[in-house]
């Protein structure tokens, strides 16, 4: 999981989080609109694969534990029969979320990648995996040319240093 990470220089907010919360989704979430809903159809037709579950994005204020949820950026939440439910939220607040809302390729590109690093927890990657999953991802995009090759080439070696550090703790 990736849980209050250290953050890169350059792209505060870009790492993303997988926590499972136990209790119930925030009520009040709905299916993104207008602006925000036109930014993750951009991110989600950079996957792979369109994903099969719902995503909402959600102030954290509205979530059950809104002190958890301030500090990440994206989140899924066990149900009370323990089973991880097929939902993903994304933390509107987040410094990532925001960035992404400006429309730049890069941040969009770096939305999408959260997206998948949570698809792979839902198809039962751990934390390992699913950091590997979103790398080789993200480098799909970059070698696309989705993402302008200096600005990914600089997440690239963000994401692998974050990896470092995390690994040395
Ligand atoms: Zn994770």
Known sequence: MRHSA???ARFIGSVGVFLLMVGSPPVSAQGPRGAEARVLERALRLLPVRPDVPIRIIDPELA???DAVRRLDAFMV???DGAIRRLIYLNRRAAMI????????LSVAI?????H???AHLHGAGEPEARRLEREFFRSLVF????PLDQGLQYLRDLEQDRQLRERQ
Do not use: F, K, N, Q
């Not at 925001?98 to 390729?105: P, Q």
């Open 144 to 147: 696309g040319g989705r993402v």
């Open 98 to 105: 925001e960035d992404a809302m400006t429309g730049r390729d």
């Open 64 to 66: 059950p534990a809104p």
């Open 111 to 115: 939305l999408a990648a959260v997206i």
């Open 78 to 80: 066990r149900g009370p």
């Open 6 to 8: 250290p953050r890169s």
């Open 117 to 119: 690093h949570e698809l």
